[in-house]
């Protein structure tokens, strides 16, 4: 008994159907897309005033940052006020300077108050953050 191979298998196949292809090609772009992850840094949104008469500090600073909210992170954690002053009269001897970040939308008077609270501990190097025009 002899059974009939199939015709195409015979004369040989005219035309790659290129379908199948293009579905796993995108099924596999799909799932590179969904399964890789972004990582995107977090940071504090702040928008720094801009001065002529700026320098680039070197050093390292503690620095404490204030948001337009008027919200206060200390070296990138939020804090409250009594926290920060407990905090820096803690570190005062450890002669760190201080970089004050403050979003130009921010209230003056908390920044005051952050240079205020500096000045009394007796801290001596404090520099308030700007851009360069």
């Not at 293009?22 to 890789?36: K, N």
């Amino acid at each position: 008994m002899r059974f009939k191979r199939s015709i195409k298998l015979e004369q040989g196949i005219e035309q790659i159907d290129i379908a199948p292809l293009i579905d796993v090609v995108f099924q596999l772009l799909i799932f590179f897309m969904l399964s890789s992850s972004f990582t995107f840094q977090s940071g504090i949104n702040v928008k720094l005033p801009k001065a002529v008469t700026s320098d680039i500090i070197k050093e390292e600073n503690m620095v404490v940052t204030i948001t337009d909210d008027d919200v206060i992170y200390l070296n990138g954690k939020i804090t409250t006020f009594k926290e920060l002053s407990k905090i820096l009269s803690e570190k005062k001897n450890a002669d760190n300077p201080i970089l004050i970040k403050a979003d130009r939308r921010a209230r003056v008077g908390s920044v005051v108050n952050v240079w205020d609270l500096c000045r009394n501990l007796g801290i001596e190097k404090v520099n308030i953050a700007t851009n360069q025009e």
